[in-house]
């Protein structure tokens, strides 16, 4: 069974999405209230993202803390992590993991000593644009125009140098509700014997029990966020349809 991360953004010390009514509180903005929902409804894990530290127009730093703080469930923190500061802050949380995006493919050495030293503390995302026909896919950053070369490439030395798993978003598709890339995530599956963290494009359950049958091809967790907050389903139909064909 692959793991479900249900995302909480913040932006401005609020959620971006306000819960369905099938969360119990409909309307609510409360990143908090947000994360305790999907935590009673059963989930084991939150994804907790600070869009304004990601694009770099703010923090909720200390928001963010607080809400890992109250939380008895696994939590993956994205957004902003970009040197050893906002790292530390990040990990210092409590946080069962810490994603880095951008930065890896900037930065690389200072990737490869991280990973090195938090080991599977740190996961790392990587933003896909497009493929690049035969070649694979090239990796870019969302909102901007930067090019960071192949999805192959990447891979191959960001396991080299010891990353514990991969994010993997085809940028199109977050929050697009036009579901998953099951092709790109086979791609990236086949070219890393490191766990793949499917994000982006969840619109379903169908792409769920899609997303479920990657398991074994390495897929070991699927973070959805729109798709919830619009009341497509609820988390506890959403863990229904990500058990094994031999559990349901």
């Not at 109250?70 to 993956?76: A, G, K, P, T, W």
């Not at 497009?130 to 191959?156: E, K, M, N």
């Not at 897929?219 to 058990?243: C, H, M, N, R, S």
Request: neutral net charge.
């Amino acid at each position: 069974m692959i793991a479900l991360l249900p995302a909480v953004d913040v932006s401005g010390g609020l959620s971006v999405s306000p819960l369905p009514s099938a969360a119990g509180m409909s309307g609510s903005t409360d990143p908090l209230r947000a994360a305790l929902a999907w935590q009673r409804a059963g989930a084991q894990w939150v994804h907790l993202v600070d869009l304004d530290a990601a694009y770099g127009r703010g923090s909720n730093a200390e928001l963010i803390a607080a809400i890992v703080g109250e939380l008895d469930v696994s939590v993956q923190l994205s957004g902003g992590i970009y040197d050893e500061t906002a790292l530390g802050a990040a990990l210092a949380t409590g946080c069962q993991r810490a994603v880095i995006g951008t930065i890896a493919m900037e930065n690389p050495d200072w990737v490869y000593r991280v990973v090195a030293q938090h080991g599977g503390r740190v996961a790392v995302g990587l933003d896909v644009a497009d493929r690049l026909g035969r070649r694979g896919y090239r990796l870019a950053p969302r909102g901007g125009d930067r090019q960071f070369g192949s999805l192959t490439s990447a891979l191959a030395r960001l396991e080299s140098a010891g990353c514990a798993r991969f994010v993997v978003t085809e940028s199109a598709r977050d929050g697009a509700l036009t579901g998953p890339n099951l092709s790109l995530l086979r791609y990236a599956c086949r070219h890393t014997s490191r766990p793949v963290i499917a994000s982006g494009g969840v619109s379903s359950l169908a792409d769920l029990r899609a997303l479920g049958g990657l398991a074994g091809h390495g897929v070991e967790a699927a973070i959805v966020g729109k798709a919830l907050y619009t009341g497509a389903f609820t988390i506890e139909q959403a863990l229904t349809a990500l058990e094994p064909l031999w559990m349901s």
